[in-house]
């Protein structure tokens, strides 16, 4: 299990950028990962990773289904933007390096898509104070997200 969560922080950082691995990278529990996505917010993140078929926590096992951050991290003294984008992934006997390569594909494309969402709406929010009597400088852009089933 060790060598599979090993492999998956591996696959993350690769594959995501501007990610830090919350508590110490040896003597850890072998099948849980908590990860912070600067600038994300993890609920927010959690619920894209639900569509995309990736069973992660924004909370501690202890709080399952509350919108607060991991006690365990605030106990840690972590910063703030680290707590808010705090994700907790558990890995099971059944998971092998397919599902780990397939996974942290998925979660790499939410985060791309999260931040390049986040981009636009700050385009948008400096488009709205513009004065009305000028046009925007820039248009903002529009995402528009398909829906897909991912077995």
Request: hydrophobic share 40%.
């Amino acid at each position: 299990m060790t060598q599979l969560s090993r492999f998956f922080w591996s696959h993350l950082r690769a594959a995501v950028p501007d990610i830090t691995l919350n508590g110490p990278t040896q003597n850890r529990l072998p099948n849980t990962l908590n990860v912070s996505f600067l600038g994300i917010d993890a609920p927010l993140l959690v619920a894209r990773l639900d569509l995309a078929g990736v069973a992660c926590s924004a909370g501690s096992a202890c709080s399952s289904g509350s919108l607060q951050p991991s006690p365990t991290l605030h106990a840690m003294h972590l910063p703030d933007a680290r707590l808010r984008s705090a994700v907790r992934f558990s890995l099971g006997r059944t998971n092998n390096a397919d599902d780990i390569k397939q996974a942290a594909t998925r979660i790499a494309q939410a985060v791309r898509e999260l931040r390049q969402s986040k981009s636009t709406h700050k385009l948008a929010d400096a488009a709205e104070q513009q004065p009305y009597d000028q046009p925007p400088t820039r248009a903002p852009s529009v995402l528009l997200y398909r829906n897909e089933q991912v077995c």
